[in-house]
């Protein structure tokens, strides 16, 4: 049911070279983020058989699952923002639910409801579609922000609370939302708290020509998500989870993310910067980045590659700098060369 490859144990130590800082890594522990990274390129090539040529975009989605983060997909209609949402959940052993967004949802549709059990004369608590380990939230701007308010709690303590109980969902839990940044009827754009609880955002984009008659040939050819089996097993997935957790972060890289951090909250072209919050999801982030490019360390270059997705879409431009066509994208670009550490 799960593959996983194996490797030969290397007692050999390795040196690396982290930007000028040295870092020792024992046999056991290169052999431990060497199988992190061939597993991870098993499911990145296994999601790769139905979402084809997007890989970085494949890898995004995976890192946010092993950082034990949320993902937000905001792109146009078409292209594949569930199938991707569907492929991930398939390629692992874990339960899935999916949430049609609508004007109408009501808070207890996500999260569940009291119901009364005539036959014990007392109501009971009727677990939602949000009691699963990847929960798509399809379409997720469509409904009221009262609705959008019921993932608030979930998506930051992993657990819901109904009539003042407190009911914990699965682990690993894994909230991946869609949004269509182009359709603004009937939409309720997400507030800067909801965003703020999503580990990445981040768009798909259109394929090239060859990728995009491959998608024809493979529709023609029935091939799905749903039809995925899952490679990795529940417990492999947590080992891989808790591995990614024991990646060393050196201070200079903590230096470095407080640095990129302060200079987006001093943009004069910021009305909010990012917040600690986001600091800690870049660093999680980057330690799975640097575990699936089998290193038991994190490199500048791990926090440069994410700070675009993590980062981004938790900022809030004021209106003269959306006026000049500044976008969120060009600021976290523009603080990360500013403050990029001497090699």
């Not at 870092?23 to 499911?43: C, H, I, P, S, V």
């Not at 990728?211 to 899952?230: C, F, M, V, W, Y």
């Amino acid at each position: 049911m799960g593959s996983r490859l194996t490797w030969q144990h290397s007692t050999a130590p390795e040196l690396h070279d982290l930007g000028g800082l040295m870092t020792y890594a024992g046999g056991r522990d290169y052999d431990r983020y060497a199988q992190f990274g061939a597993d991870f390129g098993t499911l990145a090539d296994h999601i790769g058989r139905v979402i084809l040529g997007k890989r970085p975009e494949v890898e995004l989605a995976l890192t946010a699952m092993l950082a034990e983060g949320h993902l937000l997909i905001d792109d146009f209609p078409g292209l594949g923002k569930t199938s991707l949402a569907q492929a991930l959940a398939c390629s692992v052993e874990s339960t899935f639910r999916r949430i049609q967004f609508t004007p109408d949802i009501l808070p207890s549709d996500i999260t569940g409801s009291l119901v009364l059990n005539e036959s014990r004369s007392e109501f009971i608590f009727r677990r939602g579609p949000v009691f699963a380990n990847v929960v798509l939230c399809d379409e997720v701007n469509r409904a009221s922000p009262k609705a959008q308010s019921a993932l608030l709690e979930v998506m930051e303590e992993r657990q819901v609370t109904v009539d003042g109980e407190a009911m914990a969902v699965p682990r690993p839990f894994m909230v991946v939302a869609t949004q269509n940044p182009v359709d603004f009827a009937g939409t309720y754009p997400l507030p800067e708290s909801q965003l703020d609880r999503f580990l990445i955002c981040m768009r798909i984009g259109y394929p090239d020509t060859t990728t995009e008659r491959d998608i024809l040939k493979q529709e023609s050819a029935g091939r799905s998500a749903p039809t995925l089996r899952h490679t990795l097993l529940r417990t492999h997935l947590e080992e891989m989870i808790q591995t990614a957790r024991g990646v060393l972060v050196k201070d200079e890289i903590y230096d470095f993310v407080v640095r990129i951090l302060e200079h987006t909250r001093v943009n004069d072209s910021v009305r909010l910067g990012a917040s600690p919050r986001a600091g800690i999801a870049l660093i999680r982030a980057a330690r799975v980045r640097a575990a699936s490019r089998e290193r038991h360390f994190v490199a500048p270059e791990d926090v440069e590659t994410l700070a675009v997705p993590v980062l981004a879409h938790r900022l809030v431009l004021d209106s003269a700098a959306t006026f000049r066509d500044l976008t969120a994208t060009e600021v976290v670009q523009r603080a990360v060369t500013s403050v990029r550490p001497t090699r």
